[in-house]
């Protein structure tokens, strides 16, 4: 029978995040979720609408930097389990304001595996496997030629100020495995894709403006290549991984699917041309394909090797990228409410009045 957990998961009001908190809440009801967010921009409650009435769940508003708040969840809560998605998360912000991504990419985890180190490994508050999961990304291993992939032994080489914050909050986690005997485990996937993205993303701000009929932006000649990961694909692995994983091992999570960007944007608007119909003058969404000026230090290919997670835990995607963007525009077209509230940001309103 798979282990009951206390989990404190940080970051679940995200994209990600959101849809682990669902997931385990229809595949492991038993566990007790505290799902720990400071709600930025990226935080939207309504992603867990769903699950609010939920006597196993237990929402938290904070900032995984404020040390006496993790430490006083570790402690009423009695977490076992932690599973740390909290993060500035874009590329582009990144590059244009690093300090936030310094600041709770580095300094949040630092804070997070303190805490757990403080509770776990503290004499008579040590609990019965402990494990502490650092969700990370495949950004932190540079940039890929024509061909190769990215396996759990590849050197990092981040290249973005976004790559560089979660290079460095690997590398604390895995630190404190070797140091302390922290039970640390990490995850480095490939790009998400899926309901509740935020729509800054490519996907979700290819969908938006297509079925608006605005331009839509494919940066450099549009021929970097992703490695996309559905999303419900990536929170199964993670549950995998907590069941079977080891302690002090990294896993790399893919989606065996590399797509160049403007193969993804193409398929897009073929998509919602069969799905709404043509544009009003009856060209097709492609034709609203504008190249525009190049990200800088823009990584050019991203491919994840997973045989490791295939072969110690027996995972593997169940999504072809083809069924997963079908899956994706059909949410997006069947919540059409959800991003407009998120264009219009008045899905801030909503938390704004309960934490006012
Ligand atoms: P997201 O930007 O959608 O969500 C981040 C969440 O963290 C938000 O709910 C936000 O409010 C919260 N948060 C931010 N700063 C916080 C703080 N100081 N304290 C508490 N909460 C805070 O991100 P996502 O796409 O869901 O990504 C989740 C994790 O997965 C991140 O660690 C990211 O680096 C990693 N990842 C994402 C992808 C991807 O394609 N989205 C790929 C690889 C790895
Ligand atoms: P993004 O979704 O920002 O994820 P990441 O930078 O973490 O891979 O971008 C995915 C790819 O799409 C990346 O190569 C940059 C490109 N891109 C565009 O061409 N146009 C856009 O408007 C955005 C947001 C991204």
Known sequence: MAKQRKVLVTGGCGFIGSNFIQLVAETRPSWRVVNLDVLTYAGNLKNLSGIGENAAYRFVKGDICDQALVSSLF????IDTVVHFAAESHV?????????FIRTNILGTFTLLEAARSWWLAGDKVQAE???LHVSTDEVFGSLGESGYFSETTAYDPRSPYSASKASSDHLAASYFHTYGLPVMITNCSNNYGPYQFPEKLIPLIFNNARNGKELPVYGDGK????????????QAIIEVLDKGS???SYNIGGNNEKTNIEVVTLICEMLDAKIGPLPDG??????????????GHDRRYAIDSTRLKEEIGWQPSVTFEQGIEMTIDWYLANLDWLETVIDGSYQDYYKQMYA
Do not use: K, M
Request: hydrophobic share 30%; charged share 30%; aromatic share 8%.
């Open 224 to 235: 970097n290549i992703r490695d996309w990961l559905y999303v419900t694909d990536h929170c």
């Open 130 to 132: 402990p494990l502490f």
């Open 75 to 78: 402690d009423q809560e009695r």
């Open 283 to 296: 060209q097709s969404r492609t034709s609203l394909i504008t190249y525009v000026t190049d990200r800088l």
């Open 92 to 100: 582009d912000r990144s590059i244009v304001g690093p300090d936030a």
């Open 247 to 249: 302690s002090g091992r």
